[in-house]
DNA sequence: GACTGTGGCGCAAACGTGTGCGCACCGGAA
DNA sequence: TTCCGGTGCGCACACGTTTGCGCCACAGTC
């Protein structure tokens, strides 16, 4: 045995181009270009033929490098969200796959995770990349919305409810969401509603949590405590556990999101108590996870693939160019064990 | 007002190019690019110097796709995986995405949704987009691998028990760790254990049905009910229900995945019984979800970002062009409540 | 038979980079 | 002064495409 083996270093990946294409087929380098665009060109029956056939001979794969460089247009767009891993977010991403997908564009994922100078680095990759358009589903703070003008890089911000000005932005109406899940716990007749809230600066917790105030005010009732912390599991236990250590312990809560509210319910369980017997809990997102919780949560659903759709097209396709717009979609309670109904 | 507002079109994308750069600073193109690249060639630092001014004033950014193709490497890797919305799966996205970026590449997001053609096509589309790798975690059959080898695009199969020929494999070893989990459950002292397991016939749920085999047999256990489903929340719900109906109900189940686990958990919950007490539960994977779900769920936990990171390092990093191995990392038994340890 | 119209195809110029090669200049040594 | 080595920079080509333009051959018309 020889010990000297070299290893298999992948081939010199020599590019089949068109040019030999041409030649195996014996024509020029333009009418392959024709036959595999359908170019507005016409080619003969017989020649498209010997083309086609030199193509699958020769396995020629056109370079989307080239034709990106070409085109200036490199069919992919970029994705900013803050953590894959949080499943709210990876519902998103795999929606804005599909819809890119579905409109011949490439999906580049980045996370951000909470770190802005993070997605900073990462919209300013996004922009090196020659990625037609971004979608931005994160805390956006302004400097990069400047960012993203300064490249003349089309993008949509998703999630929020718009108020930023010449940008498109695709998202809920969180106010009224968060207003109904607050209003159908006052239903059950609740008079002490704590709520659970993120930490972010952004506009995401702002509108939620207004909705909250705003319920319980109309309905003449006092604020109930409220603690902060961050969109995940881990934030909403520890939240959770806050808000039973707080004065007058609310016999109902609403969260923010479905992360959250999972953790909050690990705190209540280590805590001894029954949901919804001793408190109701409503969150917000409609993720999957809600609908596997012990008990199963009553959530605000948010249409994902509806707006992830809306966001892909208005940047890459039959909406591109249109005049930025804000799209608001509606919610819509689900219903489950959580909040107490019979 | 003017109601034919012209909409704001982004803008013709008017790129800065080098040449521009070099026009501003009084120098050559080849010039502006050493300094970009700190290429091999010194460049007196009062060039440098009006170099980098002009870069800043112009809002200079080297053009991706021309540098792709004079290059050949798009500094990009492509992740097919089966579904993003996968808890197991997005977590590896997210790890991915990290190993990836630390050494400067992009990832392209691809989900096949257990469909196999779409899996087909995403490969092709990768390949065609020149990327200079391919993370594949998913259920693979021969026709890809052959698809690939041909396209010469540098692979490596993510979570899979290396038997795979030609090609560098990261996983874990699935049977061991599946074995490790059902002793674990013998040793609680339970002689009927179920099992369930995923529908695939790749090497994914094989591996681990015979740990489960074998840890029964070499404790001289029969092998108890099984039931084959999806690697999800709603499979493992409907093994679950399977699994309570068959002739003499296990006491204990291991799950080939947290999904299957928490679907299996919501079908006991409904059916009356408590877990660990009436009927013990262990899984695979190690996602967060197992730490929230209630009770909590012992699992088998996979290193996913040690995987993640292998699998990049072999196709772009320090590891690459070495030849095609088997890396196998270790798992680790997470234990919790689901198991019945007091 | 000459002219014209048309369908089918080839030529060659970009797109924005990276980089080998050569040229100009400058300081020092003879 | 002449020669020489070295440093710093410019020229120009190639990467694989797309596509405007022009050429050729052929059929139809007078």
Known sequence: MDTMTIPAVPAPRTQVTRKD????AGVSTAVVSYVVNGGPKKVAPATEAKVQEAIRQLGYRPN???RALKLGSSETIGLVIPDNSNP???????AVEDAAGALGYALVLTNSDGNLAKERRNIRNLAARQVDGVVLASVLFEPELADLEAAEIPSVLLSHSGSSAGVTTVGVDLAKGARTAVEHLIGHGHTNIGLAMGTTTGNEADAREEGWVRALRDAG??????????FTRVGGYAAGRRLLASGHRPTAIFASSDMQAIGILRALHEAGLSVPGDIALVSFDGSEDAEYSWPTLTTVEQPVRDMAEAAVRALVGADRGEPAQHRVFPTKLLVRQSCGCP
């Open 221 to 230: 009732l006092p604020e109930g405590p409220i603690a902060r912390s961050a």
């Open 88 to 94: 709210f977010f990876s519902m998103l991403a795999h």
């Open 64 to 66: 989307a490098a080239a």
């Open 21 to 24: 294409v041409a030649r195996y």
